[in-house]
């Protein structure tokens, strides 16, 4: 961390334009690992990762909430090149952070950082074959532009500035302390003191438990249930492989065996939700309490795997449930109070500290603005090609992970994609690719079919699908493996010159 500070004061003392052949925007898990496919794949190509903070990391070295950790276990969401070797299979954000840092320090990815860059804006010129993408740098915004052949989006999809905090009635009269946790300090103290979580997605579920353990008492209130699944957070054949086979092998072997596992779950919840359901809940009302009211509090309205599930390893949840150190409420806000949140029903949850934790902000492509050749680009009107590229914009791909899996299976593949495009336009001297839709029978679709509020919420600006290959989504790793490792670049759809 150190080390990454002092790189930054340095880059901002000495900042000047510079040219790359491609430039990768965001340091975060997708950032460091499109960079060291690069370096892998197209060693001969020059790259550049600028990263709008002062250290790797992303999400991981953004959020500082009680209990961060991952909703997917790191057999899947570590990297493809790098085996995860740590115990727990369900890592906590430290653990995390420092795998993506170590990726990028023992790969020489860090010297290629340029940190402190917040890039604004990207204009194409298809005479030259050229992005220009203009930043502002370090905390007096001064203006530093670049030049690359292409443009490579690692920055999340979410907007780092701040989170989604609905307007709460009477919200400021309360005599607490309200915090989002996407803004959480080191400040916050909730030893003894009563505390209400807002929500019922992951972050919230992870929030109570871990804020439980020195807590008076912890209150989840939510407006409606989540589907919520136990798991170990150590994999037991995990580790007792590793012991007897080399930490590759293992770490190949549980990956594709976490993998089929989730596909087949997925595939189920499609196919027979009813089935589905009675496993989750049946689940959940064993690690509850007797006579618990399930159907109120952990019954959703809506199908698995509509939403996304959440996570909880070991259970930790049931049991701070089953031990009285945190409750459940489900019901509506009417106003807050100066002692806490007083509910439709008439009832009033007394708090010290609330916690909304009521999600992300969904953002498009960084947030950025986009031209090309001087026509504005909204890709509300774009058509998303192979879940990476967008109808009519030249030389630029973003990562976006899955919404039913963990995101690394997807940002590797995407990665090795791009290396896979960009070495054919160098076997046939092509300096621009552009995928174009020619044909009207595609039909468009909203980019994402999940009914999660942050998706709902962003939907009319997000790019959209078509309702078959290459502008369709499937969801599917094992199928997006043969049409991205496998299948032809030069599909027909590709426009290149």
């Not at 795998?99 to 030259?128: C, L, P």
């Not at 049931?318 to 009832?347: C, M, P, W």
Request: charged share 25%; aromatic share 12%; with cysteine.
């Amino acid at each position: 961390m150190a080390q990454e500070k002092i790189r930054a004061q340095a880059q901002q003392e000495t900042a000047q334009n510079e040219h790359v052949d491609v430039l990768i925007v965001g340091a975060g898990l997708s950032g460091i690992g499109a960079a060291w496919h690069l370096q892998q794949n197209c060693p001969s190509k020059s790259y550049a990762i600028l990263e709008g903070r002062d250290a790797i990391g992303g999400t991981w070295d953004l959020f500082r909430y009680p209990g961060i950790r991952s909703d997917s276990d790191m057999y899947t969401l570590g990297y493809r090149f790098k085996p995860w070797t740590e115990a727990k299979a369900i890592a906590d954000g430290p653990r995390i952070l420092n795998y993506v840092r170590e990726t990028a320090n023992d790969n020489g990815i860090d010297k290629n950082i340029r940190f402190n860059h917040q890039v604004k804006r990207a204009s194409w010129s298809s005479k030259d074959a050229l992005w220009t993408v203009e930043t502002e740098q370090g905390p007096d915004k001064a203006p530093v532009t670049f030049t690359c052949n292409f443009l490579f989006m690692c920055a999340g999809y979410y907007n780092y500035e701040s989170g989604y905090s609905p307007e709460f009635p009477g919200a400021a009269n309360f005599k607490g302390r309200i915090v989002h946790p996407q803004k959480w300090t080191d400040d916050i103290d909730y030893a003894g003191k009563r505390v209400v979580v807002i929500g019922s997605g992951a972050t919230a579920v992870t929030l109570v438990p871990e804020m439980a353990k020195t807590a008076a008492h912890v209150t989840m209130l939510q407006r409606s249930p989540t589907y919520v699944v136990s798991r170990p957070a150590e994999d037991a054949l995990a580790n007792k492989l590793r012991e007897i086979l080399p930490a590759k092998l293992a770490y190949h072997m549980i990956r594709w065996r976490n993998v089929l596992f989730g596909m087949y779950f997925f595939g189920l919840c499609r196919r027979k939700p009813d089935t589905a359901k009675r496993l989750l809940l049946g689940a959940a009302r064993k690690a509850l309490p007797e006579n618990y009211d399930i159907e109120k509090h952990f019954t959703p309205r809506y199908n698995p795997w509509e939403q996304r599930l959440c996570l909880v390893p070991d259970g930790d949840l049931f049991d701070a449930i089953k031990d009285g150190h945190a409750s459940v409420v489900t019901n509506t806000i009417d106003t807050f109070t100066e002692q806490g949140i007083r509910l439709a029903d008439g009832s009033e949850l007394r708090a010290d500290i609330i916690v909304t934790a009521t999600g992300l902000n969904l953002q498009v492509i960084g947030g950025l603005e986009f031209a090309v050749d001087g026509r504005r680009v909204d890709f509300a009107r774009t058509m998303n090609y192979k879940g990476m590229m967008y109808s009519d914009v030249p030389n630029m791909a973003s990562i976006f992970g899955y919404i039913n899996a963990s995101w690394t299976l997807r940002s590797d593949l995407t990665a090795e994609y791009v290396c896979r495009l960009l070495n054919y336009m160098d076997t046939n001297n092509y300096r621009q690719c552009m995928p174009r839709n020619a044909d009207p029978s595609v039909g468009v679709q909203p980019w994402v079919d999940f009914s999660s509020g942050y998706l709902a919420r962003s939907n009319d600006k997000m790019q959209k699908q078509g309702t078959r290959a290459p502008w369709k989504l499937t969801q599917n790793y094992a199928k997006d493996i043969f049409a991205l490792r496998y299948g032809k670049v030069d599909d027909g759809v590709m426009v290149y010159q």
